[in-house]
């Protein structure tokens, strides 16, 4: 399984951007995805999931700035990410469960600056 991130950059504080995860290979099913993030320093940390369901989990920091959706034929899941702050400042990893197995992508900078 490989997973592909796109959409990161620089942005003002109070902009957006659309993080994209694009995945591929073995796959089988829909399976969960999600979101996570590692600032310089700290833990990666969960910032959003979807179940295979649809059903959406959200880190407390992001709730309500922030939007994970989904495409299921694409096998793809994204991140609208809007009014940011220099805390969401970090590198945001795509990450897809199947089987028990964690899968990671690449990761993609987003730095929050003026």
């Known amino acids: 399984v490989q997973l592909v991130e796109s959409g990161g950059g620089l942005v003002q504080p109070g902009g957006s951007l659309r993080l994209s995860c694009a995945a591929s290979g073995m796959i089988f099913g829909i399976n969960p995805m999600g979101w996570y993030r590692q600032a310089p320093g700290k833990q990666r940390e969960l910032v959003a999931a979807?179940?295979?369901?649809?059903?959406?989990n959200y880190a407390d920091s992001v709730k309500g700035r922030f939007t994970i959706s989904r495409d299921n034929p694409k096998n793809a899941v994204y991140l609208q990410m809007n009014s940011l702050k220099p805390e969401d400042t970090a590198v945001y990893y795509c990450?897809?469960?199947?089987?028990?197995?964690?899968?990671w992508g690449q990761g993609t900078q987003v730095t929050v600056s003026s």
């Open positions: 979807i179940t295979s369901r649809g059903s959406t």
């Open positions: 990450n897809l469960v199947q089987y028990g197995r964690d899968y």
